[in-house]
């Protein structure tokens, strides 16, 4: 206390001489200082918005903007308005971005601008509870959760995950196999092959996607038959977190001021707590049979991570941040796998293409594995072909990024953009790949996901023709519409659509059948080996 009296004393007995004019260059560099900024704000209100169709007073664009293939709209306002457009709803912005350049440059080199979700109170504050890192906000605690992610999800943990993948991919391609034979009496309708009926493989491939992520997230795989399947099975495509990926968004958040009406009167506040109640349930059970499952699994390596960090989470955080993965995979890849289809039946020529290769590098003695992945560029190639420029982005607007346009810009992926053509990947090494997002929200499972889908390419092209069904009244072939899908929704799979499936040989079911008696019966071993690998005994 006698040193601060001191020092206090000393300086008001400091000359005025040697005080006044420092504090007159403070003062200065104050005025300085405040001056710039509110100049350059002035300056920053005074930007135009970007261009975008017309508004009317009060309620915006609410009638002109699209419910339904909205995609389609934003790809037709690129060629009127350019590649960042403008619409307005009620009192929020929405800034669409339409060709590479434009979601580069904003959510990629602007990260630290554009790195938070636009705010859902059903999804993020009634359904998740703020649980749900694909709808939290960026902030120090999504940090926390991308970091637990990190160690499960980077390129060394999808290697290890590979004969995960292999024995997944391999199952399907068995499945794929019975769901073609016809049943006790059935007629197929088809001169080509009495062997195989026409079926949709969607229940296949959210199967295979399901047991992938569920096997990796909670350590036991989904096999059809098995008890407890079907109800997982029927939860990845009802639970909360699902709907809000494939459909709308809630009206609620539409009409926010609904928030504030008291809870007694708001059923849809209660329709929400029941939605949190039976999801958190859900992930909360999992999580604790995860944790005592022999071997290897996510949730073990987020509960080590939670300990080592000592970061003091509940174990309902912990079972959301599993959860989510399983969720968040689950319809991306089923919804990738039934484009591959189409695309297949569309442009049977590429398949051929692909098959050939297949052939040649693989023959008819073996399954094709990932040691082959360096000579078969052209499946990876299939998987891809699955204030900014002087405008005012306001604060708090929505900033999407179009990717039906932006995998449309000519400009960058060439004239025949709109076309089906995995060659335009092997004919250059510079082409941006967007499917995973931008900037500090790229999708955690990209390394998992991508390994997942080339072995699933691969075998599926080793194994089977594919082919659009006869129709029995014309006995022309059906024509799948690359079209046909949902109109609403983040993740768009195509519409429900039956395919045939011919094995391309009598070589493919023995095979297959060889494999899986000498793969299939061990997994605990499987996952001990990989929670070896990673050090966590």
Known sequence: MEDLARDRDSLLSRPLYILFPLSLVVSVCLYLLTSRLRHARQRYSKLPLPPGPPQLPIVGNFFNVPLHLSWLTHYQWRQ???PVVHFKVGGQSTIVLTTVEAAHEILNKRASNYSDRSFSYMATELVSKGYNMLLRQYDPHLRLHQ??????????SAMLYQPIQELESLQLVKDILAGGKPKPGQHTGEKQSAEVVPHDPHWEFRRASASSMSLIVWGYRLLKGQPGTEEEMDFFNKCPTSVILKGPFPWIDTFTWLKHVPYC??????AGEKCHESEAAHHVANFRRALKQPGYNISKQIAHGVDRLNAGMSETEMAWISGTLTLANGETSVSILCWFVVAMITYPHMMHKAQATLDQVVGRERLPVYADRAQL???DAMIEEDEYMGYRIPKGAIVAASQ??????KNVFGADSDDFRPERWLERDDLPKTSFGYGRRLCPGRHV?????????ARLLWAFEMEAPTDPATLKKKVIDPMAMPTLGIVIAPEPF?????????????????ELENSGKDVDSLMEQVEMAKGLQ
């Open 377 to 379: 560029p052209y499946i």
């Open 147 to 156: 970091r637990l992610h990190v160690h499960g999800l980077n390129p060394r």
């Open 449 to 457: 996901g991508r390994e997942g889908l080339w072995i699933m390419f």
């Open 404 to 409: 039906w346009a932006i995998t449309r810009d």
């Open 498 to 514: 039956e395919a045939l499936f011919h094995p391309r040989g009598e070589w493919v079911e023995k095979l297959v059948h060889r």
């Open 265 to 270: 009167i708001s059923p849809w506040k209660r």
């Open 80 to 82: 009127v308005y350019g």
